[in-house]
């Protein structure tokens, strides 16, 4: 296993991280966004005590779905295990860019590992109880860096699609989902097909 | 005709008279009126040629397909998070259909403070009547009405705000509610249904899944563009080179000063990119007794226009409506965490939702950070922060008053509020660095109009200062924020854009 730890971040650290750092998109944009990348490149990156998924995985490690299962039942208020958002989310996240996948396995790495370093916890947020995840997500939602908020609203967001983006949710809450497939109504336009390269260049 | 990318086998050069950078309400716009009238006109677009065929109704997939960045893009620090439609079409095809021609007042204030004293209401009139003929404008009516929009006319009429039907660019409604992810059955006077398919019928060359790179220019004289592909047969993204005395940016307010940036367009005076207006946009819920099921049924048929009184002060205020949306996007917002938020999500049904364009004198700035992507830095004045919690109070005095059990207001944690008094925790929390989350989906302003080149960028044509053949027509252009939901506005500023172009 990894060792936890609170990391040392330098200055000269931070320097030598730049040239990575700023080849990523979704936090580069911020002071504070550049200090959680370099935070989440020292930070421990693996673990052996994480249960195996119970579904084969495209997209997250083993640790990454537990991380992910706990964070989207936390934020949600999940109690059931009635739609496995995480798999859900492992399935739909392949089709996302590389970058984006990038950005999504690090805002799990340090998000697990952060309690660390926020919540001074000694332990990661997969192995803390149920009142103390509350408490660590409320810390990223209502932080004053823009960076950890950014993670937190991806996050959640991540969760919303992985739950309330499956039809077995959707009772629960009333929502009777699209019409496409149980209204039948006519489309107006005709669409012309699109033409080869060949077409457009010619003449 | 419309290119399938997929064809794309290697590098690509054309010829055009004009090119068009963006194909949403104005690059479609200049583009289906230069076409018609005979031009050789190529038509770029980042986004993907999506059509109604594919329109799923299903957010995880059309948000992707629709919007830039999956749907939003937050300024710097995070307080607001910005959508731009990114497909043939632009954000018209996810739009909410929303109608307003350039208020009066504005327009007199752009002429006497910039100097555009030829945009009168009057001037613009035939370029509004066109627009609106083109795109089916009608006005909504009682038949329209979802209970969303009910909850906010009974709320306001209770209270005596004025109020009214809103025009929208829908025919023959069916009333899904799904507009924010493109119609499904083409009942929307889109881009793509409208000015773009009569563009491709007269020649136009239509490429979707481009990245315009530059703007290639030589002492003071547009050349053309350069750009790759981001689709391709092979997967390579080949480059793409389109040679043209004429150019038009129309790539929205963030993009298209990334362009002129890229593209070492002048700016002695350091215009570009600044003056940026977002009509921030805030959503207060309310929940019920009863159903109202707010996905279902055109989203914004009326409006409250009590608070937008132009008349009164040309700055600052704000235009109420209703706000809806599906389960993702609605789960994603909603604020709290677990058995917080599981409990909002429960009421979903039973919840109405008030929202609010502010119109913002706060200006922010746009830049390229060293990717050449943009950077949105936006922060508001103390004047709109105090119009965004008369407006957040006005809104839960709406919900209280069409019946709600409680409000919901838009912090990160949950406040829920149960009666009208209790609406002090508004000033008590006051507009913090960290809440509330803002949306924004007209930006605008970033390469204004102007008759000073000093100040301005292009003049009241859209037609550059310092470069030959180039145009801007998009929101960009705008002075100021143009208090109302722009659509319009741009298309009938592209429309004189057109005209220009074959005035020559």
């Known amino acids: ?122 332990k990661r947020f997969t192995r803390l109880a149920r009142e103390d995840q509350q408490h660590y997500l409320e810390g990223w939602m209502e932080s004053s860096l823009g960076a950890r908020r950014i993670i937190f609203r991806a996050l959640k967001l991540l969760a ?23 209204r039948q109504e006519q489309r107006r336009a005709i669409f012309e097909p699109p033409l080869p390269l060949d077409a457009l260049t010619r003449g | 005709m419309i290119l399938d990318s997929a064809t794309v086998d290697g590098d690509v050069t054309l010829s055009a008279e004009v090119c068009i950078v963006g194909s949403g309400a104005g690059g479609s716009v200049v583009a289906g009126e230069l076409a018609s009238a005979g031009k050789a006109v190529v038509v770029l677009e980042e986004g993907g040629y999506w ?23 937050p300024t710097a620090d995070y307080t607001v998070l910005v ?52 795109i089916g404008v009608k006005e909504m009516g009682p038949e329209h009405l ?46 793509l249904t409208t000015y773009l398919g009569a563009a491709s019928k007269a020649g136009a060359r239509i490429l979707p899944d481009v990245q315009v790179e530059k703007v290639t220019h030589e002492g003071g004289v547009v050349r053309g563009v350069s750009g790759r592909f981001l689709r391709s047969k092979d997967g390579g993204h080949h480059a793409l080179s389109v040679k043209a005395p004429v150019v038009v940016l129309a790539a929205g307010a963030l993009e298209s000063p990334m362009l002129w940036f890229r593209s070492d367009l002048p700016d002695p005076h350091h215009v570009a990119g600044k003056n940026l207006h977002l009509h921030p946009y805030l959503v207060i819920a309310g929940i019920f007794d009863e159903t109202i099921a707010a996905w279902q049924g055109p989203p914004q048929s009326y409006g409250i226009d009590e608070f937008l009184n132009l008349d009164k002060s040309i700055e600052g205020g704000y235009l109420l409506l209703a706000a809806a949306a599906q389960p993702i996007a609605s789960a994603a917002l909603l604020p709290g965490l677990g058995s917080d938020h599981r409990r909002l999500m429960a009421s979903y049904a039973r919840t109405a939702a008030v929202a609010f364009f502010l119109h913002d004198r706060s200006s922010g700035r746009v830049t390229a950070d060293a990717r050449g992507q943009a950077v949105i830095d936006y922060h508001l004045g103390e004047e709109d ?53 803002f949306l924004s989906f007209h930006p605008q302003g970033t390469l204004r109009m102007g008759r000073d080149p000093r100040v301005s960028l292009v003049d009241s044509f859209g037609a550059a200062h ?10 960009s252009v705008f002075p100021t924020s143009v208090a109302v939901p722009p659509q319009i506005s741009v298309m009938a500023f592209a429309t004189r854009t057109a005209q220009r172009i074959l005035a020559g």
Not at chain 1, 53 to 73: C, D, H, K, N, W
Not at chain 1, 104 to 109: A, C, E, G, K, V
Not at chain 1, 160 to 182: K, M, T
Not at chain 2, 391 to 406: D, H, N, Q, W
């Open chain 2, 83 to 134: 959508s731009q439609g990114r497909a043939l079409g632009g954000s018209t095809i996810p739009s909410f259909c929303l109608c307003f021609r350039t208020p009066h007042q504005i327009l007199g204030y752009w002429g006497e403070r910039f100097g555009l004293g030829d945009l009168s209401h009057e001037a613009l009139f035939s370029a509004f009547e066109r627009v609106e003929q083109r």
């Open chain 2, 385 to 437: 922060k105090h119009d965004v919690m008369e407006a957040m109070r006005k809104a839960s005095e709406i919900l209280f008053a069409a019946g709600a059990r409680s409000v919901v207001l838009p912090y990160n944690d949950l406040v829920e509020i149960h009666q009208r008094t209790a609406q002090t925790v508004i000033d008590e929390r006051g507009i913090l660095a960290n809440e509330p989350l």
């Open chain 1, 1 to 122: 296993m990894s060792v936890e730890r609170a990391p040392d971040l330098s200055q000269a650290m931070l320097e030598v991280l730049e040239g990575e750092i700023g080849r990523r998109g979704l936090l580069s944009g911020s002071a504070s966004g550049l200090v959680l990348l370099a935070l989440g490149s020292v930070l421990p990156s693996g673990c052996r005590s994480y249960p195996p998924p119970p579904v084969p995985l495209q997209f997250f490690s083993a640790q990454e779905y537990a991380t992910f299962q706990a964070i989207a039942r936390a934020t949600l208020g999940l109690e059931d295990e009635a739609v496995d958002v995480a798999a859900e989310v492992d399935r739909q996240v392949v089709a996302l860019s590389t970058s984006l996948q990038r950005d999504i396995h690090w805002m799990l790495r340090i998000f697990e590992h952060g309690t660390h370093l926020f919540d001074l916890k000694g």
């Open chain 2, 466 to 475: 310092g470069v030959k053949g180039l145009y801007v027509a998009d929101a």
């Open chain 1, 160 to 182: 919303a699609l992985g739950y309330y983006g499956v039809p077995e949710s959707w009772g629960a809450i009333g929502y009777d989902g699209p019409w496409l497939g149980r």
């Open chain 2, 51 to 73: 059509t109604s065929e594919q329109f799923t109704q299903r957010e995880e997939v059309m948000y992707p397909r629709l919007y830039r960045q999956g749907g939003t893009k």
């Open chain 2, 146 to 191: 979802n209970e969303n929009n009910r909850v906010l006319m009974r709320g306001g009429e209770k209270l005596g705000y004025r109020g009214r039907f809103l025009r929208h660019n829908r025919t023959d409604c069916l009333g899904c509610g799904y507009c924010a992810i493109g119609c499904a059955y083409d009942r929307k006077g889109d881009a």
